[in-house]
């Protein structure tokens, strides 16, 4: 029997994975779709203390993030670079308030610091945001943090998983929990929904990692479970490099909403974002609400000298946080503020909340706590030192290959053997064919989305040259797969039908 069976593939479920597998426990991870598809490849791409958290007080949270941003970029570091922020000063107060609280962030982080925050002049900072609105400008506050790839590195976390034993499923959906004679969780029911067969399988201890969808599995064993969840929405736009040139990130700590909003950098263009609206249900493929848009154009307006318009989003998307409520019973076990390990009657185990720079530390706890539950034999944990698949320091030489690490040499070797696969699949995107083939040689993608989204990120950066890349796509992967004209067909439909939902 195995000892883990994790149910969800994002960066909570595949973490726990990587966790349990290295420590020595056998792990069976299933993912209904595919690895990230749910919130995992919807975030602002931010590896991060969370500057709000301080804002609240809360320095205990924010100094376990700095420290996970820390590890994370050790070992990780083909996929988490340092990125320099900008708080743009427009009243007079602005700049030592905020020059003191980021002083604060920077110290926190100890011998995680990733450089040092500073004032600015009015000329620094438009040196470094050319596109920020001069009208009333002071000045700004410079501080660093970090910035991910979201779903490439959830890709290297499955390679590492699987490198250290585990066995991950994609398209394999949980459709019930088995439990013993005690009454006790002891497995799961299943559908590989490309074959349509069902799937059994046993363990120790079961753990529900399905972020906003949390909830219904919990409902799998305890019809009655008292929902923990309130899905929230986050909506991001995404636009030309013009609007953010150069390196700079802008953080804005308080729109009239009073959230924290970001214009960054990412793969050549620009990301803003994001909002938070309340809503009944999670679904799988969110799309951003029209008011999500406008609020996030609008605060965009107020901060950028050329202002972006409707016409110039290249991309949206939604993600949902799967926010926990508080005081949800007397066995909600909080380990931190930030995300919440919940142990039902039946012993099913649920790890939500917290955010992707956590996600190592979150695991750690939740495999401590799941070693216990199931008295497995113990073990340490072993993740802050285990570097991440593909792991390499130096990666300036790639070019837009750098965010395979130590991959990369073996794309090119795909090119070397067949010249045609070197040809870009877009001009308006850095994608070759090789990509496609190495996503489904050795990266588990089965559709055109999984390229398109996931192992490549042309969905989230220009959703109409992403369309127009499908049918080539389809093509290189049908050969690659065996896959006749007709799944071809099918799948370019399918992938326009989702990628509609991010364009406006
Ligand atoms: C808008 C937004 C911006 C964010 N930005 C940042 C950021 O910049 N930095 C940061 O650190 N964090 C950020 N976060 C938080 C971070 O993205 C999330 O905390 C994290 O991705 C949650 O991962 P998860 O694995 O718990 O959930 P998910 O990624 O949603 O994964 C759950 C998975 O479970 C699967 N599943 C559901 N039901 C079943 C079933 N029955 N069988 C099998 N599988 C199932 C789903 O398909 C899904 O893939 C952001 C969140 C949002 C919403």
Same mark, same amino acid.
């Given at each position: 029997m195995r000892d883990f069976i994790v149910i969800g593939g994002g960066a909570t479920g595949v973490g726990v994975a990587v966790d349990a597998a290295s420590r020595g426990y056998r792990v069976l #991870? *299933?993912?209904?779709?595919?690895?990230?598809?749910?919130?995992?490849?919807?975030? &602002?791409?931010?590896?991060? /203390? $969370? =500057?709000?958290?301080?804002?609240?007080?809360?320095?205990?949270?924010?100094?376990?993030?700095?420290?996970?941003?820390?590890?994370?970029?050790?070992?990780?570091?083909?996929?988490?670079?340092?990125?320099?922020?900008?708080?743009?000063?427009?009243?007079?107060?602005?700049?030592?308030?905020?020059?003191?609280?980021?002083?604060?962030?920077?110290?926190?982080?100890?011998?995680?610091?990733?450089?040092?925050?500073? #004032? *600015?002049?009015?000329?620094?900072?438009?040196?470094?945001?050319?596109?920020?609105? &001069?009208?009333?400008?002071? /000045? $700004? =506050?410079?501080?660093?943090?970090?910035?991910?790839?979201?779903?490439r590195l959830l890709i290297n976390m499955v390679a590492t998983a699987a490198e250290q034993g585990a066995t991950l499923l994609n398209y394999a959906k949980v459709t019930s929990l088995t439990r013993n004679k005690q009454g006790w969780v002891d497995g799961v029911v299943a559908t590989d929904l490309e074959s349509g067969k069902t799937l059994r399988a046993k363990a120790k201890v079961v753990t529900n990692a399905t972020g906003a969808f949390c909830d219904s599995v919990r409902q799998f064993a305890e019809p009655q479970a008292k929902p923990m969840i309130a899905p929230s929405q986050g909506a991001h736009l995404v636009f030309d490099r013009s609007f953010l040139p150069g390196d700079t990130a802008i953080m804005v700590p308080h729109t009239s909403d009073g959230r924290v909003m970001f214009a960054i950098p990412w793969h050549g263009h620009t990301l803003v974002g994001t909002t938070d609206t309340p809503i009944q249900k999670p679904s799988l493929e969110p799309v951003p609400m029209e008011q999500e848009i406008e609020f996030i154009l609008s605060t965009a307006a107020l901060y950028l000298h050329k202002k972006p318009t409707r016409a110039d989003i290249l991309s949206a998307f939604a993600g949902i946080r799967p926010l926990v409520k508080s005081g949800d019973g007397a066995n909600t076990a909080a380990l931190s503020r930030d995300h919440t390990i919940h142990i039902d009657q039946s012993g099913l185990l649920t790890i939500t909340g917290g955010k992707w720079t956590t996600y190592r530390n979150m695991a750690e706890d939740c495999v401590n706590q799941a070693a216990t539950l199931a008295h497995l034999d113990e073990k340490p944990c072993v993740t802050r030192d285990l570097p991440i698949h593909g792991s390499l320091r130096k990666t300036a030489r790639l070019g837009s290959l750098a965010v395979y690490g130590a991959d990369a040499t073996k794309i090119q070797r795909l090119i070397e053997t067949d010249r045609a696969l070197a040809a870009p699949l877009h001009p308006a995107l850095p994608y070759c064919g090789a990509e496609v083939v190495w996503a489904v040689r050795e990266e588990m993608a089965r559709t055109v989305e999984d390229v398109l989204a996931r192992r490549t990120r042309a969905l989230f950066l220009n959703a109409r040259a992403a369309i127009e890349m499908a049918p080539r796509v389809a093509e290189l992967m049908a050969r690659e797969l065996k896959c006749d004209l007709a799944w071809q067909q099918r799948e370019v439909a399918r992938f326009e039908d989702v990628a509609n939902g991010y364009c406006v």
């Open positions: #991870l *299933l993912e209904q779709d595919d690895f990230g598809k749910g919130t995992s490849s919807r975030s &602002t791409k931010l590896v991060h /203390g $969370g =500057v709000r958290y301080l804002e609240q007080g809360n320095i205990s949270l924010v100094m376990e993030a700095l420290k996970e941003r820390g590890l994370l970029r050790q070992n990780a570091p083909h996929l988490v670079s340092d990125l320099a922020f900008v708080v743009p000063s427009y009243a007079w107060w602005e700049a030592p308030f905020y020059g003191i609280g980021l002083k604060l962030y920077q110290a926190l982080s100890g011998k995680y610091g990733f450089g040092k925050s500073q #004032l *600015l002049s009015k000329k620094q900072t438009l040196q470094h945001l050319p596109n920020i609105e &001069t009208e009333g400008l002071r /000045g $700004g =506050v410079m501080y660093y943090d970090g910035q991910f790839d979201d779903t």
